[in-house]
């Protein structure tokens, strides 16, 4: 009995701790954002690395969403004869919530990856110690520019999705099956309000900092050689993604 | 003894444990402005926990360390940071930025704390390279550098911002004998031109006696024994001969 207290107290202890580490680092990386020198070359590499290399899994993410989404939709709505609301329904569920989820998702899994990867390779051959030895904040050198990167670049991703998916309800609506496009426009139009895409993108701003947050705290403290940074990359991805989901719902919980 | 007798270093009782394994159990080690001071032991014994407590990668459970008289172990990041402007450290890898050219990697800390502009970093790093042996390598990248060269581009990062201290980690760890001892050479060459106080550790050593003032022997988290190099080999410490011979047999526990 009391090993199975033991071993609830440890990991709650360790959750504890961790929870209070990524609390920290995040307070760092505020506080450095805002502390010269500023750098732009880095901010802006890694603005290339994160959103434009990102765009093609965007793209095609909220594409396919878009277009079933408004299959399904078609198909549930023909029940009752409300055929005309699929516009609707995929601009709302695309905006509001399935560009950024999903844009979230795709993009941890691709770019969180790399991340926990680069900086726990640099923790395990001492690369970050040597930052440390030439005077250098590691934080602020390597842990801010991909911060903001992310940040910036997690809302504009977004923009592209919710487009490209709204392009593909309209595609398989009015294409395949047939929807007046006149009406199907005008649905889309008549009932999206921008408070509808402003929460969208607020969401992939906190996504970003999320996602940056874990994938960088998990590389930073990577123990234990090539298997470390192997488990860091893991954690990085699978954490930065229950954390979006969690956090999902409470922002639009809080919200709207 | 090159220099004079001022104390440049000044590591006091250091205590550091990692999560009940207390490792260095009371350090003292002094070395003089201008010295070559080598710590020697076996893997395990903390050589490398305490190179990291005197450059402040670590910090110590408690104990001292002084730098020009100055207590770092309470310093904060910022004043830390300050007092590493005195230090190059040359890492058992090399720890090279993967991402950046050998150029800016040994440019890294003018680029970071100068003014200067690409063109004289460049220049710098250069000088800097042809000091270590190297030249016509700026351009590449560290993946494209064998082991005693990444080495040597390491010490010229360490070099870069002409510091007053040079920590070496093990410098020959996983080199040929002949690179080993172009690297030894490179050593003695530092402390001769740029006049530096230095730590090394190792447990070469043939690196040792040919780089050392004085040998200090770290043994079960303390230094048992240190002198120049001639009394390190005379000793009479049991411990010492069984290293320094590289004897299985002895009083030292093997793990």
């Given at each position: 009995m009391n090993s199975v207290f033991g071993y609830i107290g440890s990991h709650f202890m360790r959750f504890l701790q961790e929870s209070g580490r990524i609390t920290m680092l995040f307070g760092q990386t505020i506080v450095f954002i805002f502390?010269?020198?500023?750098?732009?070359r880095e901010p802006l590499s890694q603005m290339e690395e994160i959103g434009v290399r990102s765009i093609p899994v965007v793209v095609i993410t909220a594409a396919f969403t878009g277009m079933v989404l408004a299959l399904q939709s078609f198909t549930g709505f023909r029940r009752f004869n409300a055929e005309t609301l699929v516009g609707t329904v995929v601009a709302l569920s695309v905006t509001r919530e399935l560009g950024p989820v999903l844009t979230g998702l795709m993009v941890s899994g691709r770019v969180g990856s790399a991340m926990a990867a680069e900086l726990g390779t640099m923790r395990v051959t001492e690369q970050i110690d040597a930052l440390h030895t030439l005077a250098t904040n590691p934080v602020k050198y390597l842990i801010v520019p991909r911060f903001l990167a992310s940040l910036i670049m997690f809302p504009i991703l977004v923009v592209f999705a919710d487009i490209i998916g709204i392009m593909g309800g309209y595609f398989v609506s009015v294409k395949i099956l047939g929807t007046n496009p006149t009406i199907y426009i005008r649905r889309t139009w008549d009932y999206l309000e921008l408070n509808d895409i402003y929460s969208g993108l607020l969401k992939a701003c906190v996504f970003g900092m999320i996602m940056a947050t874990i994938s960088c705290y998990q590389g930073f403290y990577t123990e234990g050689g090539a298997e470390g940074v192997g488990r860091a990359t893991t954690r990085a991805v699978v954490l930065s993604s229950l954390l979006i989901l969690i956090s999902n719902y409470f922002i639009t919980a809080l919200l709207f | 003894m090159v220099g004079d007798t001022s104390v440049k270093i000044e590591v006091v009782d250091l205590h550091k444990s990692f999560g009940g394994k207390h490792v260095l159990t009371g350090v003292n080690l002094e070395v003089r402005n201008g010295e070559s001071m080598v710590v020697i032991g076996g893997s395990g014994v903390g050589k490398s926990v305490l190179i990291k407590c005197i450059i402040g990668l670590l910090r110590p459970d408690s104990g001292g360390i002084r730098v020009d008289g100055q207590e770092i172990t309470s310093l904060n990041e910022k004043s830390l940071n300050e007092i590493r402007k005195k230090f190059g450290m040359l890492f058992q890898a090399g720890a090279l930025f993967d991402s950046l050219p050998v150029w800016e990697n040994v440019g890294f800390g003018l680029k970071q704390h100068t003014s200067l502009r690409d063109e004289e970093i460049k220049a710098i790093a250069i000088e800097k390279l042809r000091l270590v042996g190297l030249s016509h390598v700026e351009a590449l990248m560290p993946s494209e550098l064998s082991g005693g060269m990444r080495k040597r581009v390491s010490l010229a990062r360490a070099i870069a911002m002409e510091p007053e201290i040079l920590l070496y980690d093990e410098p020959t760890t996983g080199l040929d004998p002949i690179m080993a001892d172009v690297i030894n050479e490179l050593i003695v060459q530092m402390r001769k031109k740029l006049r530096v106080t230095s730590i090394a550790i190792t447990h070469d050593m043939v690196s040792a006696y040919k780089i050392a003032d004085r040998i200090a022997m770290l043994y079960e988290g303390k230094i048992i024994e240190i002198g120049t190099p001639q009394q390190n080999r005379e000793s009479s410490n049991a411990i010492v001969q069984q290293f320094i011979q590289g004897r299985a047999e002895g009083p030292i526990k093997v793990r």
């Amino acid at each position: 009995m009391n090993s199975v207290f033991g071993y609830i107290g440890s990991h709650f202890m360790r959750f504890l701790q961790e929870s209070g580490r990524i609390t920290m680092l995040f307070g760092q990386t505020i506080v450095f954002i805002f502390r010269p020198p500023f750098d732009v070359r880095e901010p802006l590499s890694q603005m290339e690395e994160i959103g434009v290399r990102s765009i093609p899994v965007v793209v095609i993410t909220a594409a396919f969403t878009g277009m079933v989404l408004a299959l399904q939709s078609f198909t549930g709505f023909r029940r009752f004869n409300a055929e005309t609301l699929v516009g609707t329904v995929v601009a709302l569920s695309v905006t509001r919530e399935l560009g950024p989820v999903l844009t979230g998702l795709m993009v941890s899994g691709r770019v969180g990856s790399a991340m926990a990867a680069e900086l726990g390779t640099m923790r395990v051959t001492e690369q970050i110690d040597a930052l440390h030895t030439l005077a250098t904040n590691p934080v602020k050198y390597l842990i801010v520019p991909r911060f903001l990167a992310s940040l910036i670049m997690f809302p504009i991703l977004v923009v592209f999705a919710d487009i490209i998916g709204i392009m593909g309800g309209y595609f398989v609506s009015v294409k395949i099956l047939g929807t007046n496009p006149t009406i199907y426009i005008r649905r889309t139009w008549d009932y999206l309000e921008l408070n509808d895409i402003y929460s969208g993108l607020l969401k992939a701003c906190v996504f970003g900092m999320i996602m940056a947050t874990i994938s960088c705290y998990q590389g930073f403290y990577t123990e234990g050689g090539a298997e470390g940074v192997g488990r860091a990359t893991t954690r990085a991805v699978v954490l930065s993604s229950l954390l979006i989901l969690i956090s999902n719902y409470f922002i639009t919980a809080l919200l709207f | 003894m090159v220099g004079d007798t001022s104390v440049k270093i000044e590591v006091v009782d250091l205590h550091k444990s990692f999560g009940g394994k207390h490792v260095l159990t009371g350090v003292n080690l002094e070395v003089r402005n201008g010295e070559s001071m080598v710590v020697i032991g076996g893997s395990g014994v903390g050589k490398s926990v305490l190179i990291k407590c005197i450059i402040g990668l670590l910090r110590p459970d408690s104990g001292g360390i002084r730098v020009d008289g100055q207590e770092i172990t309470s310093l904060n990041e910022k004043s830390l940071n300050e007092i590493r402007k005195k230090f190059g450290m040359l890492f058992q890898a090399g720890a090279l930025f993967d991402s950046l050219p050998v150029w800016e990697n040994v440019g890294f800390g003018l680029k970071q704390h100068t003014s200067l502009r690409d063109e004289e970093i460049k220049a710098i790093a250069i000088e800097k390279l042809r000091l270590v042996g190297l030249s016509h390598v700026e351009a590449l990248m560290p993946s494209e550098l064998s082991g005693g060269m990444r080495k040597r581009v390491s010490l010229a990062r360490a070099i870069a911002m002409e510091p007053e201290i040079l920590l070496y980690d093990e410098p020959t760890t996983g080199l040929d004998p002949i690179m080993a001892d172009v690297i030894n050479e490179l050593i003695v060459q530092m402390r001769k031109k740029l006049r530096v106080t230095s730590i090394a550790i190792t447990h070469d050593m043939v690196s040792a006696y040919k780089i050392a003032d004085r040998i200090a022997m770290l043994y079960e988290g303390k230094i048992i024994e240190i002198g120049t190099p001639q009394q390190n080999r005379e000793s009479s410490n049991a411990i010492v001969q069984q290293f320094i011979q590289g004897r299985a047999e002895g009083p030292i526990k093997v793990r």
